[in-house]
């Protein structure tokens, strides 16, 4: 749904099914989706995957940049914090997606935007944008990524090239402003 001025994400839903019905796990979707709940699963929970569907900026103070919850703005800092949880767990972070644009863009200050305070907090692994994407060339990236990650054969760097050039080789995706946004940090196996 649209919240906080934000448009909505139409393909959202159709992104996080496609991820639920490979992997399972909980799902937290527009009125469910706010900081508090996330908060909570993230203390409780034993995910090895966290997948986030939203709007998201990258600015060059640490209080504008966020990840849009239904309620608020998942600041930077409390992205760390939240990530940082997963440190003293027996099954560590080994992904965080941050399905959103300008995840992974940056500045001098901090390089690597939300994706890269996620990794330095403890996840193995972040997938994040460059750019503004499109919501439907990204949901199905996305779901040829997981896709390719849950069929085992593949490291998460292998799986996002072959979704990015399944995009490619679709009439309607093959600009790079649709497919090259997406960059993998950290641990790419």
């Given at each position: ?44 929970e034993?995910?090895?995957?966290i997948?986030?569907?939203?709007h ?19 600041t ?19 992904l ?84 090259a ?7 790419w196996?």
């Open positions: 749904e649209g919240v906080q001025g934000f448009s909505p994400l139409p393909n959202t839903q159709k992104e996080v099914k496609g991820i639920q019905d490979l992997f399972g796990g909980k799902v937290l979707m527009n009125e469910n989706f706010l900081i508090s709940n996330l908060e909570q699963d993230m203390k409780e034993n995910f090895t995957i997948h986030i569907a939203s998201g900026k990258f600015a060059n103070e640490a209080k504008d940049s966020f990840v849009l919850t239904y309620d608020k703005k998942l930077m800092d409390r992205l760390g914090e939240l990530i940082g949880l997963f440190q003293f767990r027996r099954i560590p972070l080994d965080l997606t941050l399905s959103a644009c300008e995840t992974a863009a940056g500045d001098e200050r901090s390089a690597l935007g939300l994706a890269g305070v996620a990794v330095k907090a403890g996840a193995r692994s972040a997938l994040a944008t460059l750019w503004f994407i499109s919501d439907q060339a990204s949901s199905n990236l996305i779901n040829q990524f997981y896709i390719r990650l849950k069929a085992g054969s593949l490291s998460k760097a292998q799986a996002l090239r072959e979704a990015q050039v399944t995009l490619l080789d679709h009439p309607i995706y093959r600009h790079p402003g649709y497919w946004p997406f960059l993998l940090i950290n641990n196996l």
